[in-house]
């Protein structure tokens, strides 16, 4: 039976199983915005704007693992989805992006609201599609489904113009097997090549300092039960990216919690002096690696990842292995047990372990506590404490980023939700919103910074509108905290156009929106504000906590230097890192 295509759109999205979509309608995606309505399937969040309903998708897709979905209208509508595109490719989150466009006949000619959006997004979309005959329409659909989930996942675009969705078609929704069939030139490798796998563990037996190093790949893939088996089977410490947190559980004695710029002394000296980098869907980033020439300097490296064009793009790997992480780790543990799982040097394995120890007790993540104002460091640990360490986090970007990931330990994948690659200020609430309408039965805290949060603090109305029960901890510095940090180290504090002295009040706002506001001015309020939050269940909760101005994020290595120029809490000096000892 002939059928608008408009509720041809639905069809397929209820055919992909979907539950929830965010948005806003406007004029040239209305006639799905009807059919949604006539059909009643599908619940619709309703955002204050496109980049909050991008943002929303993405939490949504990274607490989940199902594809986000996130809709708008053609135009302005469309480009305020960029951000929120631009950021889920960054981290390979899947989220499919349905923009409205003007009637086929007028694209081109400058039409009301029109824009090109498809070639906008060409570089920051997995792929994108422009559907130009109604009979495309449910392929496309299935087709943006099935790529922005398998393989290295990501971004798809479908761009649908006005009459497309207005027109008749008695076209059928394909099956999954007919989309396969439909995309001739898309094959992920998923098994890993065995002879890699037998290098691998030929290097993971011989190596007398290894560490794994594992990134947001290994979340999406599911793999912490093989990466935890592997670290015990074979006696190796963890580090894990910013992505990866959750991948690996932090409670672990094998962990080295998070590398990089703001990572552990012992994580960073581990990955400076092992013999043996495991790289498990990870990207080496900038962030992570520091100065390229000096990361890793003695180590062989194995790189597991989906995505053959992260193998040896920032950092030359010897033996690389492409496939599904979880796949691969299973078949090396299978490989090992069959050879025995044998240390070639279990002596000199232990040493290692015993070494990273040593660096921890010497070297801990701390910061200097004070009974006289609030260090945003306790503020996190408090509500680690108050949530038994089982809530989600989602944040924003800058230095309470950095915080959340450092003093909240995460023990299960997709449990720390953030903006990794794009850094994208603004991202905490409406993440926090996608995620919490995802998993329903987690606690999900939203830890912001006062200059992300007024980013889109708009969405905390969407929060109320449909009761979502988020809870907003802002760490309000009354900066720019991490340009100012940047300010203070290495532009002799000029601090320049950071000050965010002049902001609402968080307590009024929340009431004004119809949410719970609390206030924090001294250490004895945290832990009471944060006890009184969790016990309201039905609508969102800001808490404003008022810390101390110009603490800083330390550990940090510093931009294009090497983990040795680490400097650590007191942020006074360099500490010349323990380095070479090893060698030999």
């Avoid at 989150?93 to 007028?106: A, E, K, Y």
């Avoid at 694209?107 to 570089?123: K, L, M, S």
Wanted: glycine share 8%; aromatic share 8%; charged share 25%.
């Amino acid at each position: 039976m002939p059928r608008k295509g408009a509720d041809i759109v639905i069809e397929a999205l209820k055919e992909e199983g979907v539950e929830v979509i965010f948005g806003i309608p406007g004029g040239a995606i209305m006639e799905v915005y009807d059919a949604l309505y006539r059909d009643g399937g599908i619940k619709h969040i309703l955002a204050r704007h496109e980049q909050g309903a991008g943002h929303m998708a993405e939490g949504y897709a990274k607490a989940t693992g199902k594809v986000g979905v996130a809709m708008s209208t053609s135009g302005p509508g469309a480009t305020n989805l960029v951000t929120a595109i631009a950021d889920a490719y960054m981290d390979s989150v899947p989220v499919v992006f349905i923009t409205g466009q003007v009637p086929t006949h007028l694209i081109g000619n400058d039409a009301f609201q029109e824009v090109d959006i498809v070639g906008i997004t060409r570089p920051i979309t997995k792929h994108n599609f422009l559907v130009k005959r109604i009979e495309d329409l449910p392929l496309i659909i299935r087709q943006a489904f099935y790529i922005a989930k398998t393989g290295r996942p990501g971004p798809v675009l479908i761009d649908i113009p006005k009459d497309i969705t207005q027109k008749l078609s008695d076209v059928k929704i394909p099956s999954l097997e007919e989309v396969k069939e439909s995309l001739p030139g898309y094959k992920p490798h998923l098994e890993g090549n065995i002879q890699q796998i037998r290098k691998a563990i030929k290097l993971m037996v011989e190596a007398k300092r290894p560490v794994l190093y594992v990134g947001g790949g290994a979340v999406q893939a599911e793999a912490q039960k093989e990466l935890v088996e592997l670290a015990e089977l074979m006696k190796i410490p963890v580090t894990t990216t910013n992505m990866g947190k959750g991948a690996f559980p932090e409670s672990h004695p094998l962990a080295l919690h998070m590398l990089g710029m703001h990572g552990t002394y012992y994580a960073n000296m581990a990955v400076y002096n092992c013999d043996l980098l495991i790289a498990v869907g990870a990207r080496f980033d900038d962030r992570v690696t520091g100065k390229v020439e000096e990361f890793a300097p003695q180590a062989r490296i194995i790189h597991i990842d989906i995505d053959p064009a992260s193998i040896s793009k920032n950092i030359t790997v010897d033996v690389p292995i492409v496939g599904d992480v979880r796949i691969i780790l299973r078949k090396l543990l299978e490989e090992l047990k069959r050879e025995g799982a044998k240390i070639l040097y279990p002596e000199e394995r232990q040493k290692w372990i015993e070494q990273i120890e040593k660096w921890k007790e010497k070297y801990p993540l701390t910061y200097s506590k004070s009974n006289k104002v609030i260090k945003p460091q306790y503020v996190i640990e408090q509500i680690y404490l108050a949530t038994k360490g089982e809530a989600i986090i989602t944040t924003g970007v800058g230095q309470h980023q950095m915080w959340a990931a450092m003093f909240y330990k995460y023990s299960f994948p997709r449990q720390f939700i953030n903006s990794g690659g794009l850094g994208t200020m603004g991202f905490g609430l409406p993440a926090g919103i996608g995620a919490k309408i995802g998993r329903p039965e987690r606690e999900v805290f939203v830890i912001d910074g006062d200059g992300s949060f007024m980013m889109t603090m708009q969405e905390i109305v969407t929060a109320v509108q449909y009761k979502v029960p988020v809870k907003v901890a802002i760490i309000n510095n009354a900066y720019l905290g991490m340009v100012r940090q940047w300010q203070e180290l290495f532009y002799e504090r000029r601090y320049s156009e950071v000050d965010l002295s002049v902001q609402p009040d968080f307590v009024k706002l929340a009431e004004a929106c119809g949410a719970v506001g609390f206030r924090a001015e001294k250490p004895s309020d945290v832990r009471e504000i944060i006890e009184e939050a969790l016990r309201i269940q039905d609508r969102p909760v800001i808490m404003d906590f008022h810390v101390d101005k110009e603490e800083n994020v330390f550990p940090m290595v510093p931009a294009g230097k090497s983990y040795k120029d680490m400097i650590l809490h007191d942020g006074k000096k360099p500490v010349e890192a323990e380095t070479m000892y090893l060698v030999g």
